[in-house]
């Protein structure tokens, strides 16, 4: 009763025999061994577990391991390229964007979809863009800085200010 | 202490790197040949009676190993859950608490049973098939009708539901009769969850061999986690390795033991197999630890003029089903229930009440959080009350000599909270903002302003102090230094580092006191078979007033025994050598040098003063000599929306006191958090149960509101510097301060903004409904003329 699943992850193809009801983020952690994705809910709220699938960004709780057939996935393992952090992983470094790090991952590939589809975000957009993670440590403040530093550092001109922020001045 | 040049830099954080490529390593990160997975099946009720559980089906089901309850436990567990005494010493009643229910369950997930299975899908499967037959029993949910003669009993048989009952400082009638005005409030703390991001987890190895276990626990204190298991099974402490890896958060929420922290290694040595359990989302909202969860009756008088006069606090505290290891803790809400201020009187009273939901147990803050509540709405509520400025009444009534020894007989060590509060008060543009918020009256708009000058007591602790309250242990704290034959420099510390980074500030000490570079030194923690005998872990902001100052002191260690070997290799006298950014020489002659590396080379050589032995290595215990009292004031500055009650927070300023700061990103870092999360509890944020039949109906975060990005706006941070005489770094502490100060702030700026229509006072968490009713009611009252003076005596 166990089905084929053949994708692409981090741009290495990966073929195995999983239950149907296998979680895709269980199959990243456990079967793939990819354990950079992780897990702090049940129902989907938190956004821990977010990586790409096809280029978009998917909490990998809401997907069966076998939905991911044929299907291309960037995890956070799958970001640094050539040993050089990718301009977000650079950018939570170097804003303190976080703390316990457990969040982080989710958060990063959030902001990765949401960049590619917003180069230039405001502070609220950002806001906006990643309302399906949660972190429980930073308050937000350093992790909305990261990413308006990575979308500078990756091409988009410097995010304007958000209303909210611009009385702010950390 | 030497020039400095790392303490007080902006590091970036050396954990971060692997962090953000996907590379930490938390508990479920980690496995063993041949791990089962453990699932936990637990009570639907809030209280029951055990009348049988048949396992016959769920024994059968796919990949299951074995099924283990009560009976099985029970050989080879033994001894009861720890209670600290705490600062509570009258305790009334403590009923035992074995990981798991024999006969009677107490709480809604109380474990009943466990199933271990081949896979995490399979054990959960199989737990879904186990028959247990309860007896549904009444369910305690109210903490005044708990105390009632005629209610039912937490623990079936119990003589009452009183935890315990201590009086502090009784009334004192004549100094109360001194007050001009007095108000009368009730505060209620809702329960809070506390949802560090990765939940609790254990994973748990056998050997049988050897008879040694190790387990990985996602934990704030792992030596204290090896002292407690070691003893419930009977084992050595040398043969129990405790290793808390990456911690995805804590809060406070893990630090006691729990259920499953015995239950796991237990089900490990029973089976033979490697166990793992981790928390689902639901479990942890169900069964960690809760924070808060109090209620307090309060009054308080003074004068025409502002003068304060009496403060009197009766604090009711939920305790749940069980005494939390920490849970008495909690009752320093009324050591700190003075806040910055000179009251001539505090009276003060814990009342802690059994009731049939989960534990609490500290959760970040831990009573100072209310304290700095209450205190502040009081000291609003008498600015309303005498028509004065929330900031001229505060600034009339703080605390200006230090040490200040309070009412309680805890020595505030160093303050200038007026400072902090004409800051904040710069930063937030007041006088501006005020009239802003008359302009806005006059158009219907709600505008306020609200006030936190917050203090807490943290650095835990001195052992004369903490050594009575843990029941014997002091929360001192230990670092080991190990210098290494070419230089480089191993650091051991007790505390533990869960997004506080003290991989990075650590080093920034023994940089500047052993002249070593920053990156020739590696720290680690987490780990009991490293380092020194005991750990005290992290938690009340204790790690770098207490742990910090472990490592400073070991690192003066290692120094003193560079300086007594380098007058033996320069054929000097040991006060004729000068230690000098991590060089020796004789005095008058620094270009004869050696660097530290050279003396530790030659601490492993033959050539040392006569008695020394070889190396350069040193463990220290710090014992500080008092506590720490950070302070500072915050204001949050909100509209509440005339129709809907919404509140918009529009800024949040916070001015902090932490005394020197050895790593500014990172302490603004934990400002932002605390902040959050103080927030989170004014405006989002509440465990809630059916106050029937006992059930939870926050059990996922689609009920639990832990807030987005979208709730917060960019927060407006600055600091004084009042360093502490208490310790050589003058450090104090900065992890806790946002949410002492934050619940305040906001609650008494949703206050400010609704006074035009008579609403005193607002619970948390201030959602819309609640706002929206409050209101109406306002709005229904006032039309018959009603002033709304029925808060006033």
Known sequence: MKHKVATTINGRRHEDEVEPRLLLVHYIRDVAGLTGTHVGCDTSQCGACTILVDGKAVKSCTMFAVQAEGKSLTTIEGMAKDGELHPLQQAFWDEHGLQCGFCTPGMIMAAAYLLAENPRPTDDEIRKGLEGNLCRCTGYVNIIKSVRSAAKTMGGSAARAGEKSAAGRS | MAITTMIGAKIHRREDPRLVSGEGHYVDDFTRPGTVSLAVVRSPFAHARIKSIDITAASKAPGVVAIYTHKDFAKVLSGIMPVTPSFVAEKKHNPPRFPIAEKEVVYQSEPVAVVLAETNYQAADAGSLIDVDYEQLPAVMDLEKALEPKSPHVHDGAADNLGWDLTYIPDDVAVMKEADVVVKQRILQQRLAPTSMETRGVLAEYARGDGTMTVWMSSQSPHFARLFLAGAMGLPETRVRVISPDVGGGFGSKISPYSEDWLVPAAAKLSGRPVKWIETRTESLQTTTHGRGMIFDLEAGAKKDGTLVFLKVTQYMDIGGYMGTFSAFQANSCLLAGGAYNWKHIAARTIGVLTNRVPTDPYRGAGRPEATHLCERMIDLLAGELKMDPAEIRRKNFITDFPHTSHFGLVYDSGAYEKALDRALEMAGYEKLRREQEEGRKHGRYLGIGLSSWIEICGFGPSAGTAPATGGIALVESAQVRVFPTGSVAVYVGTHSHGQGHDTTFPQIVADTLGVPYDMIEMRHGDTAEGPAFG???????????????????????????????????????????????????KGSPDKRKALGEIAFASFGMNLPEGMEQSLEAVAYYDPSNFVFPFGTHIAIVEVDAETGDVDLKRYIAVDDCGNIINPMIVDGQVHGGVAQGIAQALYEEVVYDEESGQMRTGTLTDYLVPTANEFPMFELDHTVTPTPTNELGVKGIGEAGTIAASAAVINAICDALAPLG????????????IWKQMQNARGTSRDGHDGKEARK
């Open chain 2, 759 to 770: 609403i005193k006072h607002v619970d948390m968490p201030a959602s819309p409904d609640r």
């Open chain 2, 536 to 586: 005290y872990g992290t938690y009340g902001s204790r790690s770098l007033a207490v742990g910090g100052m472990a490592v400073h002191k070991a690192s003066k260690k290692v120094v003193a025994k560079a300086t007594k070997l380098a007058a033996h290799i320069f054929e000097a006298a040991e006060e004729d050598i000068v230690f000098d950014h991590g060089h020796f020489y004789v």
